[in-house]
């Protein structure tokens, strides 16, 4: 397996999928904060994240700054034709590409990517399209989920786990 590109979902993969909408209107999402951990390991791997998802929110945008994603796409219909685009300005193929994904607009892209994935909790005509059918919920820690069973199946997690202690003052292993 060598994976070159990760794509991930939002809602309902680093989200339990709910809005919260208060009286004025201001939506808020939970996001779990082990899902960032997923995001370090893949900038240790020196593999690219990309977000793509249908909603088109400030509250996204924020989270992907904050986690310094490579590419971030909102708001968007196709994301298999968003994802192709991609790949092939990055010169990779999306047999090339890891996607995580949790409803029935994630389903082309689950069945074009060399390595897909669902949450526990998506719907089974979903679930029956992934790869990998993980043990997390979406909100849950999924998608930290998927990035360390990509780098056990790639045999980099040893490696990511021992670069990572050695950043760290004082470790000795």
Request: proline letters at 1%; aromatic letters at 8%.
């Amino acid at each position: 397996m060598n994976i070159k590109l990760v794509i991930t979902d939002i809602d309902g993969v680093w989200t339990d999928g709910g809005m919260y909408i208060d009286n004025n209107g201001n939506e808020f999402k939970k996001f779990n904060t082990s899902d960032s951990a997923g995001v370090l390991m893949l900038r240790g791997l020196e593999i690219p994240l990309v977000i793509i998802t249908g909603e088109d929110t400030e509250i996204v945008q924020r989270r992907s700054e904050k986690l310094k994603v490579n590419y971030l796409f909102m708001g968007v219909r196709n994301k298999l034709l968003v994802a192709t685009t991609l790949c092939k300005d990055l010169g990779i193929s999306l047999k090339e590409t890891a996607f995580i994904g949790d409803d029935i607009n994630d389903i082309q892209l689950l069945r074009a990517v060399g390595l897909s994935a669902t949450p526990s909790n998506s719907v089974e005509y979903v679930r029956k399209e992934a790869m990998w059918r993980l043990e997390k919920k979406g909100g849950e820690g999924v998608f930290r989920e998927f990035v360390e069973k990509i780098m056990h199946e790639m045999g980099t997690f040893d490696k990511v786990m021992e670069a990572y202690f050695s950043r760290i003052s004082g470790y000795d292993g």
